[in-house]
């Protein structure tokens, strides 16, 4: 089956400007995760949707990130005046609820600000 | 500070050779799971190991889980130039399934 689609794969963007990034999980997927990766490094946790729950947002490293999810499909990560520090990978993750302890990434988008 | 930390940062060997990473991590576990990224992109899932659990085996890999020395080591045996990626080890501390910790990955090379 389809597995996790991000859009766009990569974007570049001028600092200051805001950026929208896409994500869509398996299909039945209650739980999904966005992490950023730095280059080089390890993956950051930044927010978790579980179905109509509260998301938990204790990853999210300032108030120009948040994130939004329709239901239980399509989730959209936003990046509101970027910084050069905002250059990363961010990644995408969903999981089943009844197995919610293994997570399925997506390709990731790769984002630069110049 | 990041929960899992791996060892060594960067390992090259030729193909055929046995392959073995290591991870550290800081607080109890429910559970630590060893990822596999390529390039950079999406990561995959490759084992899960439960706190209760001392030793698991899938294919090729072995995973070990030391809970009273907070380790955990990943072996790739037969190792083969496809390897080559990037290895991550991931906890989930609270056992909620809410977020993983990832640590800062073994970057594996296998050289053909």
């Known amino acids: 089956g389809a597995g996790v689609s991000q859009s766009p794969s990569n974007k570049v963007t001028e600092k200051g400007k805001d950026v929208e990034l896409r994500c869509d999980p398996i299909?039945?997927?209650?739980?999904l995760y966005w992490y950023r990766q730095r280059l080089g490094q390890g993956l950051e946790f930044l927010i978790y949707?579980?179905?109509?729950?509260?998301?938990?947002k204790s990853g999210l490293p300032s108030d120009r990130f948040s994130a939004e999810r329709t239901g239980e499909s399509v989730s959209t990560l936003t990046i509101q005046r970027t910084q050069q520090e905002d250059s990363a990978v961010y990644l995408c993750?969903?999981?089943?609820?009844?197995?919610?302890?293994?997570?399925?990434f997506g390709p990731g988008t790769r984002l630069l600000v110049l | 500070s990041q929960q899992g930390e791996e060892d060594p940062q960067a390992l090259s060997i030729q193909e055929g050779e046995n392959a073995t990473m290591n991870c550290s991590y800081k607080?109890?576990?429910?559970?630590l799971q060893w990822y596999r990224q390529n390039s950079g992109r999406g990561l995959v899932h490759l084992i899960l190991?439960?706190?209760?659990?001392r030793e698991k085996h899938s294919g090729r890999l072995r995973v070990t889980l030391d809970t009273s020395k907070k380790s955990s080591s990943l072996l790739i045996t037969a190792s083969r130039a496809a390897d080559t990626a990037s290895y991550f080890c991931?906890?989930?501390?609270?056992?909620?399934?809410?977020?993983?910790?990832f640590g800062s990955g073994t970057q594996l090379t296998v050289l053909p």
């Open positions: 949707f579980q179905g109509n729950s509260a998301p938990d």
């Open positions: 991931a906890t989930d501390p609270s056992g909620s399934a809410r977020q993983l910790t």
């Open positions: 190991i439960r706190s209760n659990e």
């Open positions: 607080t109890s576990i429910n559970n």
């Open positions: 299909s039945g997927h209650t739980a």
């Open positions: 993750a969903s999981s089943p609820y009844q197995r919610r302890e293994t997570q399925y």
